[in-house]
C-alpha cells in the first residue's frame, strides 16, 4: 500500500458522521420530479458554464460548470516523449490523468490516485484519442490533467467535454470536439445529467432496468468514441440510452462552440489600424 | 493488451476474409474457438477454475475469508478482484508492465459485478455490521493469445460455481462476545448461485463486421471494440468501448444485438458442462496443467 508521506493524515479509522445518522437518508422518489426542477424521461441537462484560458502556464486549460459540479482540466504539449518506441515515431501519444480533489465528494477521498481514478482517466484517454489528429505530432505526447473540484453527478461526461474544448484551446488539431453526457435509468424512467444524489441512490424496489451510461460523442462526425455502462438493463433500454445520450450532446454542443469562439476572439491581436 | 505487428499485406488478408465471414483460421464471425474449462485444480482454494481459449489460458482462484462488511452494506458480503499478468504470457508483462492492464480488467469485472441480480450478496452475511464473507478472486494470465475478457469472465463464473465456503455458526461465549465456529465436516459447506453471474463477450470491429472472440491478429486490424457482458436472461450489465478508434452508433447497436445473442447463448452449454463435471465426482480424471 503506498503510504503518503508529504501530508498530515488524520487518525488511522476515522470516518463520516453520515453513517451515525439516525434516520435513513431519504430516498429520491423513483417517479416523482427531479430535486432541481428539471423533467424525468426527457433529455434535460443541467445548463453549463465554460470557460477557456483560465491557466495561464498551460498550453490550454478550461473550467466548466453543470449545476453544482466543478472540473477544470489542463493540456500541455505537444512535448517531447519520455519512450521512444516504433509507434511514437509515426505519431504521437495522449495522455490523461484524471484526479479528484479529497474535499470534492460527500466522503472525503485520498490524493493517492485510487483504482477509480485510474479507470476515469483510461476512459478519458480512449474517448479522446479518436478526435485528435495525433498523427501530425510524431514523437511527441500531449497531457491531459483534470481535476474534479466538486463531484455532483456525471463527472465523466463533463471530463470528456472540457477536456476536449482545452485541447482545442491549445491549438492540439482535433477532427472534433468531443461532447459527454450521461444517463441513469431506474425502472421504466432515465433521467439525463444525473446529480450526485441521483446518481448514488438506488431504489430499494429492485428493478429490472437500472443503471447509468455515459456517452463521449463527436456530433459533426456522429461517432461515439466512448461508452461506459454499469449495473443491469436490458438492451433495448441501453439502445435507447445512447440514443438519448447523443441528444444530449447535441443539445450541448452550439454553448460550447460559443464559449469556444469566444475565447479565440479574445486571444486574439485587435485588427490593425488602417 | 499485448500486440502483434502485423504486415499491411495481412491486414488486407485478415478484412477482405471478415468482409466474407471467413476468419483465418476459417471460423464464422461469431465463433468461439475451441475452449476447454476445468475446475477444483488448486487444492488449496476453495474453488478455482482454469479456462483454454485457442491459446489464451486464463487461472482463477476464489478464496473466501471472514471480514467486516461495508458500513454502507451492513448485511451484504463482497468481492475483491485482482487480476495478475504474469510475465509468463507475455515478456512484454514483465516487471510492472502488465500493471496497467491487470488494473483495467479489475476494474472492469468490478463493474461487471456491480448491480443486485448477479450475485446474491445477502447469503454471504455471517452477522449484519460486524461479519460476513470477502470472495477474493484472483486471476492470472498464463497465456495471451487475444480474448481475455471472454476467457477470464467465463473462468470466474465456473470458479464460483466450484467454490464451496464452509458453514459457520455464530455462538455467544461467557463474556457475552461472539465467538465463529467453523463446521468441523469438511463437506458442509454453502455453495454460491451462479445462475445470474454474466459473461463477457468482446466484439472486435473489423473494417464494417464486427467479429467474436478475436485472435490477437485480428484484434490489430481493428480500431475499436466493444465489450458487453450479459447475463443468461439476456440483461446487459456492462458494456464498455476499449481501443482508441471511434464507432458509428449504428455499429454499436448492431454489436450490442449482437453481443447479447453470443453472451445469451453462452450460459447454457456453460451450466451444463459444469453441471456434468461436478456429478463425476471423484471418478474424474483431473486433466491439470499437462495438456
Known amino acids: ?274 | 493488451m499485448a500486440t502483434v505487428q502485423v504486415s499491411e499485406a495481412e491486414k488486407v488478408y485478415i478484412l477482405h476474409g471478415i468482409r466474407d465471414d471467413l476468419r483465418v483460421d476459417g471460423r464464422g464471425c461469431e465463433d468461439y474457438r475451441h475452449m476447454e474449462i476445468e475446475t477444483d485444480m488448486v487444492s488449496n482454494t476453495d474453488g478455482s477454475a482454469k479456462v483454454t481459449l485457442g491459446h489464451t489460458a486464463v487461472l482463477v482462484g476464489v478464496k473466501a475469508e471472514i471480514g467486516k462488511p461495508r458500513p454502507m452494506l451492513p448485511n451484504e458480503g463482497y468481492l475483491e478482484f485482482f487480476v495478475d499478468c504474469s510475465a509468463n504470457a507475455t515478456p512484454e508483462f514483465e516487471g510492472r508492465g502488465g500493471e496497467e492492464l491487470g488494473t483495467e480488467l479489475s476494474n472492469t469485472l468490478y463493474k461487471v459485478f456491480n448491480n443486485k441480480h448477479s450475485l446474491d450478496l445477502k447469503s454471504l452475511c455471517i452477522s449484519r455490521g460486524e461479519h460476513c464473507w470477502v470472495l477474493y478472486v484472483d486471476v492470472l494470465l498464463l497465456q495471451c493469445d487475444g480474448n481475455l475478457y471472454d476467457a477470464i469472465s467465463i473462468a470466474i463464473k465456473a470458479a464460483l460455481f466450484n467454490t464451496k465456503i464452509p458453514k459457520v455458526h455464530i455462538s455467544a461465549d461467557e463474556e457475552g462476545r461472539k465467538e465463529i465456529e467453523l463446521s468441523d465436516d469438511p463437506y458442509d459447506c454453502m455453495r454460491i448461485n451462479v445462475e445470474n453471474v454474466p459473461c463477457v463477450v468482446t466484439l472486435c470491429k473489423v473494417g464494417h463486421r464486427h467479429v467474436v472472440d478475436a485472435t490477437l491478429q485480428e484484434k490489430a486490424c481493428s480500431v475499436a471494440s466493444l465489450i458487453i457482458s450479459v447475463t443468461h436472461k439476456g440483461t446487459v450489465t456492462c458494456t464498455r468501448k476499449v481501443g482508441g478508434g471511434s464507432l458509428d452508433p449504428e455499429s454499436i447497436f448492431e454489436m450490442t444485438e449482437a453481443g447479447k445473442r453470443v453472451g445469451k447463448a453462452l450460459h447454457a452449454p456453460l451450466m451444463a458442462l459444469l453441471q456434468q463435471e461436478e456429478a463425476q465426482g471423484k471418478r474424474r480424471q483431473k486433466v491439470g496443467f499437462l495438456s
Request: charged share 20%; with cysteine; proline share 6%.
Open chain 1, 1 to 274: 500500500m503506498p503510504t503518503d508521506n508529504k501530508r498530515v493524515r488524520g487518525p488511522e479509522v476515522s470516518q463520516n458522521p453520515s453513517l451515525f445518522r439516525c434516520k435513513p437518508a431519504e430516498a429520491v422518489p423513483l417517479h416523482g420530479p427531479r430535486a432541481d426542477g428539471r423533467q424525468r424521461d426527457q433529455v434535460d441537462v443541467r445548463p453549463v458554464f465554460v470557460r477557456c484560458g483560465l491557466v495561464s502556464q498551460a498550453k490550454g486549460s478550461a473550467y466548466i460548470e453543470a449545476g453544482n459540479t466543478k472540473l477544470m482540466c489542463c493540456v500541455y504539449g505537444p512535448k517531447e516523449t519520455e519512450r521512444k518506441d516504433e509507434t511514437d515515431m509515426k505519431c504521437g501519444r495522449l495522455t490523461t490523468d484524471m484526479r479528484f480533489a479529497p474535499f470534492s465528494c460527500l466522503e472525503r477521498g485520498s490524493w493517492i490516485q485510487g483504482s477509480q481514478d485510474k479507470d476515469f482517466s483510461l476512459m478519458l484517454q480512449e474517448s479522446l484519442q479518436p478526435a485528435l489528429c495525433l498523427h501530425k505530432y510524431p514523437r511527441s505526447q500531449v497531457e491531459v490533467n483534470v481535476v474534479v473540484l466538486e463531484n455532483s453527478g456525471s463527472v465523466l461526461a463533463h471530463a470528456i467535454t472540457c477536456a476536449s474544448l482545452a485541447l482545442a484551446d491549445a491549438g492540439i488539431e482535433m477532427y472534433d470536439l468531443v461532447l459527454g453526457c450521461s444517463i441513469r435509468q431506474d425502472g421504466d424512467s432515465y433521467v439525463v445529467d444525473p446529480s450526485y444524489m441521483e446518481e448514488n441512490n438506488s431504489s430499494s424496489v429492485s428493478s429490472e432496468n437500472q443503471g447509468g451510461l455515459t456517452v463521449a460523442f463527436l456530433p459533426s462526425l456522429n461517432q461515439i468514441s466512448g461508452l461506459q455502462s454499469d449495473g443491469a438493463m436490458t438492451e433495448e433500454t441501453l439502445t435507447a440510452g445512447v440514443r438519448t445520450c447523443t441528444e444530449g450532446c447535441y443539445k450541448l454542443y452550439p454553448v460550447i462552440q460559443q464559449a469556444l469562439a469566444k475565447a479565440v476572439r479574445k486571444g486574439a491581436p485587435p485588427p490593425s489600424e488602417s
